[in-house]
């Protein structure tokens, strides 16, 4: 889950994708998930970031936030979050997955290449929840968006969410 990202402010919150190489679906372990959660509850409480959206599927996830330092929290996020869920996968001798990983880490990078969009107007960052949180929907894994587990739509219907997010924007 790296590239160069570039980030030019942090007064306005951005939506940003991370993609797993190679597409594999690492995130339907749900100590994945796990892993995810705990590292955006550590920059919300230990660095200030304000998350306001996210979807998690099996293979890539969506996420909107307002960070003090936006190429250090993001950048800190996706290398931390790739190094322990590879330690996980280690741990549990999870050979054939961590040999797909291995694989498709060599390629050019060419079907990930996400960039962080700023949303410097309140439509935009409406229209970019709304995208992540239809995801699951567009997908055909569940009929609602507040439906899927992994999902801020959970948060914005009031329902028991993944992580608590900021909803007063």
């Not at 190679?22 to 955006?40: H, N, Q, Y």
């Not at 003090?68 to 931390?80: I, M, R, V």
């Not at 869920?85 to 291995?102: M, P, S, V």
């Not at 929840?129 to 739509?153: C, D, F, I, K, M």
Request: aromatic share 14%; charged share 25%.
């Amino acid at each position: 889950m790296r590239d160069r990202w570039k980030f030019y402010e942090n007064k306005y919150p951005y939506f940003m994708t991370c993609t797993v190489v190679g597409w594999l679906p690492v995130f339907t372990r749900t100590t994945a998930v796990k892993v995810i959660a705990d590292s955006w509850k550590y920059l919300q409480e230990k660095r200030g970031v304000a998350i306001l959206g996210y979807v998690i599927l099996e293979n890539h996830l969506h996420w909107i936030a307002q960070m003090p330092d936006p190429p250090t929290d993001a950048g800190d996020f996706k290398s931390f979050t790739a190094r322990k869920i590879i330690d996980l996968l280690l741990a549990k001798g999870e050979a054939g997955l961590l040999g797909q990983l291995e694989f498709h880490k060599d390629c050019r990078r060419t079907d990930r290449q996400y960039h962080p969009e700023i949303l410097q107007t309140e439509n935009v960052l409406r229209q970019k929840l709304q995208y992540t949180h239809n995801n699951p929907v567009r997908r055909g894994y569940v009929a609602e968006p507040e439906h899927w587990l992994y999902s801020s739509a959970r948060n914005y219907a009031k329902l028991p969410a993944l992580i608590d997010i900021d909803t007063r924007w």
